[in-house]
């Protein structure tokens, strides 16, 4: 397949058709679904780690990085044996709140912003590809489907368009739309020699907060890709191919739609989780119940003596006996890795874990 240059944005093309603003209504109607409840919730923080960690599995799952989530657990908790796959699956989680951190600090999306993200998600510095050779391959068959562009120079030339496009609200667009546009682009960039795809999205998420049509980074799209993964590649290559732009777009927005209703049904879940579970701590035991206590429990899936010693500024003896009290109760599990005891938040982690 000839290599053809990747035009700059905006498209030369009409994107605001007939269906795409059809599904644009929709997709708008659910985000701010999701986006009034979410406020309403006093620890966001929580709400944002149990998301964050569903995300970091699905979008590594996406690059064929697979992990279970007890594997996950043990390597967020910095214990020994986790496998490379539950730490690359940590190292996306890093990136995701340093992403994050950067966007509501800075009120802008730059390419070393990027940069910044990917190096974190790979652990490495080697930032946007100098040498030739990279293309995209169809799994099944091994040929080449796409030649992304090559040399530095212009790659940070369209990563430049790029940065301006998602920053300066030129033209007037949906963001939704432009976040359709904006993700075919930097994956078509392809500006990486690894991590284009998780970085991809991890970008989708920080442009929505950008755009304030989210505070919290609660909304991915990983889990919808992965059940329509086919369709995915397939509308990608067809705007390259065709300019077949507005597929692509109802696509995207389709996902943004669905998902939005999906992480809806999540949040309300583990907030009702902390509700019911504070209740019954307060039942059961009322001499060590406390918000902050509650907060600490959830704001992870596992727990240490450490974490609760520190959290409430309590003895470490004091620390393990209310571990041990909740344990006794039912309200976690735990167990002895290397040389520290993890206590688990099983309903939570439950939760999370068989979520659809």
Known sequence: MSKQKLPMLPPNAVLETVAVLKQLAKSNRALAEL???????????????AVMIKEAKDSSAIENIITTHDDLYKAMSDASGASPAAKEVVSYRTALWQGYDLVKDREMLTTNMIIEIQGIIEKNRAGIRKLPGTVLLNERTGETVYTPPVGEAEIKELLSN???YINEDYIDMDPLIKLAVIHYQFESIHPFYDGNGRTGRIINVLYLVLKELLDSPILYLSSYIIRNKSAYYRLLQEVRTHENWEEWIVYILAGVEETAYETLRLVKRINAEVETMSAEIKEKLPKIYSKELIDLLFYEFYTKIVYIENGLAVTRKTAANYLSSLEIEGFLTSEKIGKERIYQNKRLYDLVKYIK
């Open 35 to 49: 986006k009034g409840y979410a406020d309403t919730i006093p620890n966001k923080h929580i709400l944002i780690n």
């Open 162 to 164: 790029l940065e301006k």
